[in-house]
Each structure stands twice: as structure tokens, then as C-alpha cells.
């Protein structure tokens, strides 16, 4: 199999330090402290690549476009180019899957957001020529995308079929201001495996009561610092406490007051307690807990909270199993299991974490 990879190495850079997205705030995102997500993304997947199957040819964009990661995973890849500047851009990721394209590749695995996938499917268009994401970035609304970096390769080696997938994409300004409206950018050929996430569905049923239950106990604490995660279920939650929360960012909350607002992981970290609790719900349609559109809520925060999921019992009924994807693998495998989701102003259920 020939395989074209090609990687945006600033996708999900904004997330940690709050931007809620990249485009267009790399030189924000970096003035903030940001951390590449990307390439160390693409090394885990292309490394569990190699071990399963090391004759695969792979085809590669040069520097940290593709090309480092492949070489960093064992494989010794043809690279086709190089990135047109100092800084990558939308166009470097056309280039580089067109240029798959005539090479004759197999599939092109990318490593990225929607931003990129809607780039390489804008190449792809007219072709018959697969794509498969590795998520990388903030918001990742399209069905286009492995669970995991680890999933993808196992998806790239196993896969039989391609069925039509959506690739969706939502204004980054619009998402910073609150609102989610996402846009149909293109249908692409996509493997066909259960290691795929479905597209991001944005309802979940009515909340009333399950926002009423979780505030009451939040009200009913003392000392205890509550990290309320983004969506619409946990911002009722936020409206029942009475507080001006971000809608879709991450809040920090103890005894009635409001310490941080629209935090970034590292004003999270810095407003932690002695007990601490993070309380998040899953991303209708996906199940995902962490690891998509929550990306300040990192490792180091996750290890010093306790969790507590919430979802309406409609959401839950759309989702097989729940999902994390927090950049550490000891620390999903942790998280994985049997996790009790309120569902109400009591009621609880039962749903396994992959």
C-alpha cells in the first residue's frame, strides 16, 4: 500500500491556551505559550503503523509536513515537496495531496482538524483516492476521522471498503463568540471501519432537571473547586448557578464565585484546590468526554479532578460508548472502563469509556 502523509503542525495549538482553534491565531497561540499538538499525534500513529506493518510505502510532505514524523516512526519516506514558506499554510496541504494523488497513493492519512481535512478533500475531489484523519485539531465536527492516533493505523491496514463521509467545518471567529454552526465543505471517500467517529451531533434533549440536580449540588459544597467544561448541558448548569459562564469555553467555579472565565489550562491549573471536580459532558453523536473541543481540560488538569459526566438521557441514547483521546495514553487507559453519567436530578447511568 502506498500512503500519502501529510500533517498541519499548528493544528489544535489554540486549544489549551483557549483560543478554541488555530486558524488564523498561530502567532497568538505561540505568544500564549502554545505546544504543538500535531506531530506528536502523527509520530504515535505512524509508529503503531510501523509495528503492524513496516512494508508499507509511505509518501510524505517534507519537514514537520509529513516527513519528520515518518522518519521518527521508522519509515524511510519518499518525499514528494516541501512547505512553500516559513510558516505552513491550506495550500501546503493541497499541494502535498495532489501530489499523492499523481504518485498513485493508495490513501491519504492526514493529521489535523476540519480545517485540514476540508483541504484535503478540496484536493481529492475527482478522485477515488480515500482520506483518513488523525485528529489533531480543536474541532473536529467531521466524520472523516479515526478515534485515535492508534485507531487510525489500524484503520490503514484493515480496511476493506470506503463509503461517502461528510466533512464539516465551523467559522472559528462565530465558535469564539459562542456560536456553532457547522457547514457541509465537502463529501469524501473515507475507509470503512468501527475505529471512525460519527459526525458531531449539536442537540441533546431537554436538561431542566439534570442542570437543576448537578447545581444544587454544587451550591451544597464548601472548598470544593468545580472546572465546568464547555457545550450546552454543562452551560445550563452554568444558568442554574446564576453565573455569566463561556458557552463554549471552560469556567472555574468555587463557593459562588467565578475564578477564572473562558480559562485556558493554565489559569485552570493555577485556580485548583485541595478537591477538585471537573464536570463535563460527552459531544453528542461522538461520545467524547475529552479530547475533542475541550482540549484545556489537559492531562495534568484531568489527574488533579475527580469527574463527574453529565448528559441528558436523549444524548446518551445516540451514544454507544463514551470516548477519551487526552494526548497520554496511560491516562485514557486510566480513564476507561464503567463511568456512572447523571442523567437527572438523581438519576444515574451506567456507560462504558473506550
Request: overall charge negative.
Amino acid at each position: 500500500m502506498r500512503i500519502g502523509v501529510v500533517v498541519n503542525p499548528v493544528a489544535g495549538m489554540g486549544g489549551r491556551v483557549g483560543l478554541k482553534g488555530t486558524d488564523g491565531k498561530v502567532a497568538e497561540a505561540r505568544a500564549r505559550g502554545a505546544e504543538p499538538r500535531s506531530p506528536e499525534r502523527a509520530r504515535r500513529a505512524l509508529s503503531r503503523l510501523f509495528e503492524t506493518a513496516p512494508e508499507a510505502e509511505l509518501l510524505a510532505w517534507g519537514g514537520e509536513m509529513g516527513a519528520a514524523a515518518a522518519r521518527d516512526a521508522g519509515f524511510d519516506p519518499e518525499v514528494l515537496g516541501e512547505p512553500s514558506g516559513d510558516e505552513t499554510s491550506a495550500a501546503d496541504t493541497v499541494a502535498a495531496a495532489e501530489a499523492f494523488v499523481d504518485a498513485d497513493a493508495d490513501l491519504v492519512l492526514f493529521v489535523g482538524g476540519d480545517g485540514t481535512a476540508a483541504d484535503v478533500a478540496e484536493a481529492l475531489d475527482g478522485t477515488d483516492v480515500p482520506m483518513l484523519g488523525v485528529p489533531a485539531g480543536v474541532k473536529v465536527y467531521s466524520s472523516v476521522f479515526a478515534v485515535s492516533p492508534e485507531d487510525a493505523a489500524h484503520v490503514v491496514t484493515s480496511f476493506e471498503r470506503t463509503e461517502a463521509r461528510e466533512v464539516m467545518d465551523i467559522d472559528e471567529d462565530d465558535y469564539r463568540d459562542g456560536e456553532v454552526r457547522p457547514e457541509l465543505r465537502a463529501v469524501a471517500h473515507v475507509p470503512v471501519a468501527e475505529d471512525l467517529q460519527s459526525s458531531k451531533q449539536t442537540g441533546g434533549g431537554t436538561v431542566e432537571s439534570l442542570a437543576a440536580g448537578v447545581a444544587d449540588d454544587i451550591r451544597s459544597t464548601e472548598g470544593v473547586t468545580y472546572v465546568l467544561g464547555p457545550g450546552s448541558t454543562v452551560g445550563a448548569v452554568k444558568a442554574e448557578l446564576g453565573i455569566d459562564g463561556s458557552p463554549l469555553g471552560v469556567d472555574v467555579y468555587r463557593d459562588g464565585e467565578v475564578l477564572a472565565r473562558d480559562a485556558t489550562e493554565a489559569e485552570i491549573l493555577a485556580n485548583l484546590g485541595a478537591e477538585n471536580v471537573i464536570v463535563v459532558t460527552p459531544i453528542g453523536g461522538q461520545g467524547f468526554v475529552f479530547g475533542r473541543g475541550n482540549p484545556q481540560l489537559s492531562p495534568a488538569v484531568i489527574r488533579r479532578c475527580d469527574v463527574s459526566v453529565v448528559a441528558s438521557r436523549s444524548k446518551l441514547d445516540g451514544i454507544p460508548v463514551l470516548r477519551v483521546d487526552t494526548d497520554d495514553p496511560d491516562l485514557d487507559a486510566d480513564l476507561r472502563g464503567w463511568t456512572k453519567v447523571r442523567v437527572g436530578r438523581v438519576e444515574r447511568r451506567m456507560m462504558k469509556t473506550e
